[in-house]
């Protein structure tokens, strides 16, 4: 699973491969569960990326495999 996240700015970002996101104080966080772990957050969890949370417009959940051909790219 990743995420498509819209900015204020209008700038898109796509945080590829995380399982969820959680507000940490003034950030938004997203974080990877390892595939042998069921599939919640928790302390085994990695960050992949975090975003001031006052920037964030809209949040959506996008199917990995529909993106990765457009990340290969930028990769």
Partial sequence: MSFAVLLTD???EV???ADGYSPEGPLT???SVDPGRRPRLDTW???LMSIRTDRI???R???T???RPHLSLAE
């Fill in 65 to 67: 495999a529909a993106i």
């Fill in 57 to 59: 417009l809209h949040i």
């Fill in 15 to 17: 945080v590829a491969d």
């Fill in 61 to 63: 959940r996008v199917d």
């Fill in 29 to 31: 966080t997203f974080f």
């Fill in 10 to 12: 209008g700038t898109n």
């Fill in 45 to 47: 969890s990695v960050k």
